[in-house]
Nanobody, 121 residues
Framework: QVRLVESGGGLVQPGGSLRLSCAAS????????MGWYRQAPGKQRELVAA???????NYADSVKGRFTISRENAKSTVYLQMNSLKPEDTAVYYC???????????????WGQGTQVTVSS
């Protein structure tokens, strides 16, 4: 029904930048919140940044001032611009979208497959 496809991960040196993209496809009525989470080895998945359809954003304290989340509603796509990357940003990054399938339905979460981000010299 709904598919989220992420792209843009990879290997980057400390201080470098990467841009992640996540596009939603399928049959649905609307998307409420779209966001990025990450999970490092041995750690729990954590919120990195999120944006609701009205435009407000929320960031984890660890990425404030370095990461920027943005969204193109017409393309059902969310981006994460990551600057000044640190080794501790290394993780699998997952896209999440809270999707309403029909006008009468509530929003349910959908997840992407994840993309690896490795920050290392």
């Amino acid at each position: 029904q709904v598919r989220l496809v992420e792209s843009g991960g990879g290997l980057v040196q400390p201080g470098g930048s990467l841009r992640l993209s996540c596009a939603a496809s399928g049959s649905f009525f609307s998307i409420n919140t779209m966001g990025w989470y990450r999970q490092a080895p041995g750690k729990q998945r954590e919120l990195v940044a999120a944006t609701i359809s009205g435009g407000s954003t929320n960031y984890a304290d660890s990425v404030k001032g370095r990461f920027t989340i943005s969204r193109e509603n017409a393309k059902s796509t969310v981006y994460l611009q990551m600057n000044s990357l640190k080794p501790e940003d290394t993780a699998v990054y997952y896209c999440r979208a809270d999707v309403r399938l029909r006008t009468w339905s509530g929003a349910n979460p959908y997840w992407g497959q994840g993309t690896q981000v490795t920050v290392s010299s």
